[in-house]
Every structure is written in structure tokens, then in C-alpha cells.
């Protein structure tokens, strides 16, 4: 009998270690099947925190307890804990409520920000196919990414549709070209099949990341390799002969982790003549643990476009819908090669530091159609001759970026403390062009290549510069948040052309230098519901190519803003969240770019300009097939003191709204995913741009336009087809005649056409097997 009774009591003992024994689980994306950081583990007894997940996704629980797994943006998830277990976490539609990393380069909850700041996640870029990035950041509210073709062009946030580097584009928290070179057009050098999310923050709130965050920021953050190994292809092609293919895979294994990505893709014979083009784009990340405290990462991308360019056209062909060039050659030719090395060390729990050392490579070639013009008689009035330009503009880059955070008890405080060094060197040549006329067409016919040269120089570029910002809890429900940028940007510029031959000295040195500050709170009023303010200084030195080009005539300032926000969050239910934002942006010295009469640009700085709106988004969703967004802006952008020199005499523009600025962008939403039949979606868009003016003297306009765009998804959960799915885009789905921008002069106004109805097809096999 004792011995029956002590083998029972050893029985029971075993059976309570067992239950109680720690065992190890990890947490991944659905989508990307790469580990989520910061995902809470809670105990279904009490609703307590039992562990988060580290930066490879792991987390340790006791086996076989019934436990909920959270993160912020992701629908939860109940599971029974047991060794191996591997908890796949599935994107949400209110992404009013995600976790991002571009206002501290850390992960942080956007309601710890100060700031206006969106977030496009991976279920998204997968879902929607997107042949161009302006696909997937105009879903963002109050964003306008003008498409140009062939995966050409510029921006709107908080800003008039403008060429001027006002945007910083990032990826992972590194500027994609150093400030002072040329960038309105730099988004063509993203590998869209390497990415994972997009994170917007507008205005510019963020004292780490400096200049030309005027309108916003943008950081296009790269996919991690995934958890066991992954591999997928996918086909696309429309019905205006655009093929692309996407490749990518990756492996976790121990301590290393792989990821590479890739896709080309190509046009011709297209809608719109003269628009062939093909982009070759690869990344390649890896990660290595050495231990918990200890992570390397290594990156490189490579990406190449050669495309035509059509040019604009005149009102004429564009309300003919005859969508032919006036011209047989222009071109742009891109080769950029980045390359990163990143160290993380966790010193503790409360301290953490990271370096990284970066290279840039990059070469732009181009005979551009905006600058081919015609030279017209003054006393006649009556044509000359025709000139253009080809040009290459190469630059490479050595820089270091560096940042420490500190956990402070004292009021709950966090400290933050950085470095960055850029030397950038690049080489500007430029030649005159020969440009043969049809003037009983119209038609530029061709060209020959002359000895004049307009440009060639070399300008050594050095940004040094240092950031620190300090956020404190002092009461539970109020975050304070101070910030310091200082910024010293030199340009040394040699001229190479002889004495006599450029209006520009042998060697000139420029020298542009800011103390950015910023201020910032945040008020949790219980229930989800809390507001923010901000206030934070931009600001955007002259570009080399404004500097010192031999076609900018007038003498070049560095512009600063002074920027006011106030927001709010607003979940009115589980089913019903609000966000809004209110912004001021006062502008002095502000560099815009003016149309000639001979149909090319020159940049000036306005005195004084103001940039004042409203930005909302509103996400509803019934139930989990359907959801609804909807999300824009208004807003007004007015000259506060400008004037421009016409024909001898000086026009005054002081209280005129500025060119090509919408007073409303929308964009809309509607998804749909039955649970009838799992992996079926389907979803509606509709894109609204209001009436702007096209010129200063506000006389001319363009009416806007409204765009509806269809999507649908399938993706096979059969055992036969798991890992297939199909897709189908119908983009300007009532095929509308429209532009994407428009300009003025005084002679005219010229069109970029936008698409007419696009109808896309694609397939995608992807295999995973987790371990």
C-alpha cells in the first residue's frame, strides 16, 4: 500500500514539473513569415503580461497553459503552449493602431508619437500587387505620389505637387541619396519585391533624421529573413504589353538568416508612345546572432532603370487622346548600388546602442525632355532654333550613422543620443544639344551632339551632424517629448571648365547649417482615445544642381519652416477608429520651382510662404470580411511674399495660392473578404484630386479628377494548391481621361496623361516550411 501510495504521489509530482516546465515559442508575421518583436504573451487567468517576444521572435512560456498572443496591428491569437510551437499572427485592417520605428529608428507605438504618422504593413503590399509605389503611399492620408510613368515621380505632403527636395526617403532609417543631390525622383531606386511595410511621418517632427523632412519623411523598411526557410515567384503583365516577375527567399538557420529579393520588369509598346523601359532591382539582406545582446546585419540592393521619356503633352493631343511624343530620343539611365552594415549590443534592459557604416553608388545619365526649349527673337517673336541638354550626374558615398537609447527611471524617461557623417563626392556634366524642329508639326526630330559644354564640375559634399531627444512620463497619461538637430552641410565645389567659359569661379565653398529643434506631447484620455502636439523646424538647403548649374540664373538661399500640429485619436468603438491631424507651416526662403517661357524650370526662393490643413482617416470595420477606409486632406498653400520677373517688368504674387497645389486629396477604400471562401478578397478604391491652380497668377487651372480602381485575390488553401494565389486589377476602371499633373506657363499648359483603363493579371507560388 506505500508503495502504491508513494508511486501515485511521484506520478502527480512528475505530471506538475511537466505542466510548469518553461519551453520556448515563436511569433511571425502571416505574410512575410518573419519574427514580430514585442508581441505580449498574456495569461487568460488574469490578463497579465507573461513575456514579450525578443527580436528573433522568441518568448518563453510554461508548457501546455492556455496563453493569448498580441501586438498591436494583428488580430490576436489563443493557443496551448507546447515546445516548437510557432504562433502565426495576422494583420489587421485599423492600421490606426501599429507599431513603428520611424520617429526613434526603435520600435514604438504610434500613440507614444507627437507626430502625424501612417503605416502601409505587408498584408497590404501584398495584396494589393502594386506595379508602382504610388499605388500603395496615395492609400496614405494626405500623400500624393504623382505618377510620372515607368516608375518616374514626385511628391505632395503638406506641399504643393513640387520637384524640390522636400521629402526625405529613407530605408531603414537611411537616407536613399545624401542631402544635396538631386532626389525628387529617388523612389525609383526601392526594390518594391525586398520591402516588408512603408512608414510615412509627416511634417517635420523627427529632431533624428534632419533636412529636407519638410513635407515628410518616408521609410521603406526591408523584409527580414523569414523563420525556417521561404521561397516564391510570382508573374504580372497587363494589357499594355508591362510583364514583371518577382523572386525572393530566405532562410533562418542557428544564428544566420538570409533574404534575397528580386524583380525586373518591362514595357513595350505601351498606351502612351515612347514610354519602353526595363528595371532590373535585387536586395540581399543577412542577420547574425552572436548572442541575445549581439546582432550584425549586412544589406545590399542594386537597382538599374533605362527608360524612355515621352515628355509632356500639350492640351491639344491631350484632350485628343493622342498620347504620341513630340520627340524620338530623350532618356534616363539609373544605376544605384547601396550597401549597409548595421551592429545592434543590448548593453542591458535599459540601454541599447547601434552602428552602422554605409556606401552609395550611384549614376544617372539622361537626355531630358524638359530641358530641350526653343529660342524665340525678341523683336520678331518669331523662332529661332531649338536646344537641349545630356547629361550625367555620379556621386559616391562613405557615411556612419551611430545612436544610443537609455531607459531612465527617473519619470519614466527615455534618452536618445546620435551622430551621422556623410562624404559624398559627385561629378555634374553637361552638354549642349542640337535640337532639329518640324515646325509644321510641332515635332522635335532629332538631334546632334555639339563641343559646347555647359556643365562640368565636381563638388565634394560633407554632412556632419548631431541629434539628441529626450522624452519623459511625468504623469501617467502625458508623454513630453524635446528634440535637437544640428546639421552642417559644406559643399567644395572645382570647376572644371576654363576661366571665361562659366559664370562660376574655379573653386567656391558653401556652407548651410541649422539648430533644429522640436517640442512634442502626448495626452492618453482613457479608452483609446488621446491626443498630441508638435512643434519642429524644417529645414532644406539648396541642391548642387540649383547651386551651380549653368541654367539657374538666380542666387539660391536655404529655406527653414516652422511647423505647428495638433492631432487626435479617436476610437469610438472596436469597430470605428478616427484619426486627425491639423497642421500650420510657416515657410521663409522657401525654394520653388518656376516655369519659363521657353518651357524649362528655374528654382527661386519664395519669401515667405503658408501651408495650412487638415488630414483625417477613418477606418471602419463591421465585422472581419469587410472594412472600410477612407482618408485625405484639406488644405491651403499661399504665397506670403513672392514676386517673379515677366517680360522686364516684376509681378507680385503676395496672397495668390501657389501652383499645383489641390485643396483636397482623398483617397478611399472598401475590402471585402467572405468568410464563405477563405482566401477570396476583394476591394474598391476611389482617388480624388480637387481643382488647383497651374500657375502663380492663379489664371489657369486644372480641374482635378476622381479615379475608381478594382481589386481581387485568390489565394488557394486547398492541400493540392496551397502556397498559389491569382489576382486581377482593373486601375481607372471607368476609364477616364485624366492627368496626373499639369503646368503652366505663359504661352500654355501641358499635361502629364495618366493611364487609361489598365487591366493586370498575376500569379504567385510561394513554399514555406517552418521549423
Known amino acids: ?38 508581441a505580449e504573451i498574456r495569461s487568460l487567468g488574469n490578463g497579465s503580461i507573461i513575456s514579450q517576444s525578443n527580436a528573433q521572435g522568441r518568448s518563453i512560456v510554461s508548457l501546455n497553459d492556455t496563453i493569448e498572443v498580441a501586438k498591436s496591428g494583428y488580430n490576436s491569437v489563443r493557443v496551448i503552449a507546447k515546445q ?31 507626430a502625424a504618422i501612417s503605416k502601409i504593413n505587408s498584408s497590404t503590399l501584398i495584396e494589393t500587387r502594386a506595379t508602382a509605389l504610388y499605388q500603395l503611399l496615395n492609400k496614405s492620408a494626405g500623400v500624393y505620389m504623382v505618377n510620372l510613368g515607368n516608375e518616374q515621380h514626385t511628391m505632395a505632403i503638406r506641399q504643393p505637387i513640387t520637384y524640390n527636395a522636400l521629402y526625405l526617403y529613407l530605408e531603414d532609417g537611411l537616407p536613399i541619396r545624401p542631402t544635396g543631390i538631386f532626389n525628387h525622383n529617388a523612389l525609383y531606386e526601392i526594390n518594391m519585391n525586398g520591402l516588408k511595410g512603408i512608414e510615412v511621418l509627416k511634417g517635420p517632427a523627427s529632431s533624428l533624421y534632419g533636412s529636407n ?50 524583380y525586373t520588369a518591362r514595357q513595350r509598346n505601351s498606351w502612351q508612345d515612347y514610354t519602353d523601359f526595363d528595371k532590373y532591382s535585387a536586395s540581399l539582406k543577412t542577420t547574425y546572432d552572436f548572442n541575445t545582446s549581439n546582432r550584425l546585419t549586412v544589406s545590399g540592393s ?100 551611430t545612436q544610443h537609447s537609455s531607459q531612465i527611471k527617473f519619470l519614466n524617461s527615455k534618452f536618445q543620443v546620435g551622430a551621422y557623417f556623410d562624404y559624398s563626392p559627385s561629378t555634374f556634366v553637361a552638354s549642349y544639344l542640337n535640337i532639329n524642329k518640324d515646325l509644321s508639326t510641332n ?37 513630453l517629448v524635446a528634440g535637437l538637430r544640428f546639421d552642417n552641410l559644406v559643399y567644395k565645389f572645382e570647376n572644371k571648365l576654363p576661366q571665361g567659359k562659366t559664370k562660376y569661379k574655379q573653386k567656391e565653398q558653401n556652407t548651410y547649417s541649422v539648430l533644429a529643434p522640436k517640442l512634442g506631447l502626448t495626452y492618453d484620455l482613457g479608452r483609446g482615445f488621446g491626443i498630441y502636439s508638435n512643434w519642429s523646424v524644417g529645414f532644406q538647403p539648396p541642391e548642387t544642381s540649383f547651386l551651380y548649374s549653368a541654367r539657374q540664373t538666380n542666387k539660391l538661399k536655404q529655406a527653414t519652416f516652422q511647423n505647428y500640429e495638433l492631432g487626435a485619436w479617436l476610437p469610438v468603438s472596436k469597430k470605428l477608429n478616427i484619426e486627425i491631424a491639423t497642421f500650420a507651416m510657416i515657410g521663409k526662403n522657401e525654394i520653388i520651382s518656376v516655369m519659363m517661357p ?32 477612407f482618408g485625405g486632406t484639406f488644405a491651403r498653400h499661399k504665397y506670403q511674399e513672392y514676386s517673379e520677373l515677366l517680360f522686364g517688368k516684376t509681378v507680385f504674387y503676395d496672397g495668390k495660392i501657389m501652383a499645383n497645389a489641390p485643396a483636397s486629396i482623398t483617397n478611399s477604400e472598401i475590402s471585402w473578404k467572405p468568410t464563405f471562401l477563405p482566401g477570396l ?70 499635361y502629364n496623361a495618366a493611364p487609361p483603363r489598365t487591366i493586370s493579371i498575376g500569379l504567385t507560388y510561394s513554399l514555406t516550411h517552418l521549423k
Open 1 to 38: 500500500m506505500r508503495t502504491f501510495i508513494f508511486a501515485c504521489f511521484m506520478h502527480l509530482t512528475c505530471l506538475l514539473y511537466a505542466q510548469k516546465q518553461s519551453v520556448e515559442i515563436r511569433i511571425l508575421d502571416s505574410s512575410s513569415q518573419t519574427a514580430l518583436q514585442g
Open 84 to 114: 516548437g510551437l510557432i504562433v502565426a499572427l495576422e494583420a489587421t485592417s485599423n492600421f490606426l493602431s501599429e507599431v513603428v520605428v520611424s520617429a526613434s529608428r526603435e520600435q514604438q507605438s504610434r500613440r507614444e508619437i507627437p
Open 213 to 262: 523632412a519638410i513635407g515628410g519623411s518616408i521609410n521603406f523598411i526591408t523584409a527580414n529573413p523569414p523563420i525556417g526557410q521561404q521561397g516564391q515567384i510570382s508573374l504580372q503583365g497587363d494589357g499594355y504589353n508591362y510583364f514583371r516577375t518577382d523572386v525572393s527567399t530566405g532562410f533562418t538557420k542557428g544564428k544566420m538568416g538570409v533574404y534575397v529579393g528580386a
Open 302 to 401: 542594386f537597382n538599374y532603370l533605362d527608360t524612355q521619356t515621352p515628355g509632356n503633352l500639350d492640351s491639344a493631343r491631350f484632350f485628343s487622346k493622342s498620347y504620341s511624343s513630340n520627340q524620338r530620343f530623350t532618356y534616363r539611365n539609373v544605376k544605384a548600388f547601396r550597401f549597409s552594415a548595421r551592429m545592434d549590443h543590448r548593453w542591458n534592459s535599459s540601454n541599447s546602442s547601434f552602428l552602422t557604416a554605409f556606401f552609395r553608388d550611384n549614376s544617372t545619365g539622361q537626355l531630358p525632355s524638359y530641358y530641350i526649349g526653343d529660342s524665340i527673337a525678341k523683336d520678331t517673336k518669331k523662332y529661332v532654333l531649338s536646344r537641349g541638354q545630356e547629361n550625367n550626374l555620379s556621386f559616391r558615398s562613405f557615411g556612419i550613422l
Open 443 to 479: 515635332y522635335y526630330t532629332g538631334y546632334s551632339t555639339t563641343d559646347s559644354v555647359i556643365d562640368n564640375y565636381r563638388t565634394n559634399l560633407i554632412n556632419t551632424a548631431a541629434f539628441v531627444q529626450y522624452q519623459i512620463n511625468p504623469i501617467k497619461p502625458l508623454r
Open 598 to 629: 521657353d518651357n524649362t524650370t528655374q528654382n527661386d526662393n519664395a519669401g515667405g510662404t503658408t501651408h495650412r490643413g487638415v488630414e483625417y482617416t477613418v477606418v471602419y470595420s463591421p465585422g472581419s470580411q469587410l472594412a472600410f477606409r
Open 681 to 750: 478578397r476583394m476591394a474598391a478604391e476611389w482617388q480624388s484630386i480637387s481643382k488647383y491652380y497651374v500657375n502663380s497668377a492663379n489664371s489657369k487651372s486644372y480641374k482635378g479628377y476622381d479615379v475608381f480602381n478594382l481589386r481581387f485575390g485568390y489565394d488557394f488553401k486547398a492541400k493540392m494548391a496551397k502556397g498559389a494565389g491569382i489576382w486581377l486589377n482593373i486601375l481607372n476602371a471607368t476609364d477616364q481621361l485624366y492627368a496626373s499633373n499639369v503646368t503652366g506657363n505663359q504661352y500654355g499648359v501641358t
